[in-house]
């Protein structure tokens, strides 16, 4: 039985990717989302995705590679970067919902969650159901509590080399 990439050849058949996740710990179910959606490895699992996935693993979140590629970036993009990743938002509309509370309590605004809903039903062209609103009211709510918290601990994550 050949080894490679610490996998044994009778491993390397029929993997999820929570088979993936497992062994290879520095990536996130949507790290390998991203891979499988700009069609750097492919969807079932072959031997050869997992080799490309042990290389991109190797180097995976290490701060070498985050500097470097940062050091060809704007710092206004950086910032952006590290404001989008600070928000804790996963969709287009999470963030458009972290970024309208966000301006609306810095510019003092009072917060009505109705309003933000139906903009942002009209702004997405999303439909109208229970479920959803629910899930804007949700994400309304924990995006306050974020930034109370933020407020608290002085951590507003405008670090003065972005601004």
């Given amino acids: 039985m050949q080894k490679q990439n610490n996998l044994t050849a009778d491993t390397q058949n029929n993997l999820t990717i929570d088979d993936v996740l497992k062994k290879f710990k520095r990536f996130r179910k949507k790290d390998i989302n991203f891979f499988i959606k ?4 492919s969807y079932p699992l072959t031997v050869n995705d997992l080799y490309i996935l042990d290389l991109i693993h190797r180097v995976w979140r290490k701060h070498e590679l985050i500097e470097l590629m940062l050091s ?5 993009n950086i910032a952006n970067i590290v404001n989008r ?16 509370v966000k301006n609306k309590r810095e510019l003092g605004e009072k917060i009505y969650t109705k309003q933000i809903v139906s903009e ?17 009211k949700t994400q309304i709510k924990k995006v306050k509590e974020r ?8 951590k507003m994550p405008e670090p003065e080399i972005f601004v």
Avoid: N
């Fill in 72 to 76: 060809g970036m704007k710092k206004k």
């Fill in 38 to 41: 700009h069609r750097i490895i």
């Fill in 147 to 154: 930034l109370k918290t933020q407020k608290r601990r002085h």
């Fill in 120 to 136: 942002a039903i009209s702004l997405f062209k999303l439909k109208k159901d229970k479920k959803l609103i629910q899930h804007i």
């Fill in 85 to 100: 990743a600070l928000s804790g938002c996963d969709s287009k509309l999470d963030m458009w919902i972290y970024s309208r």
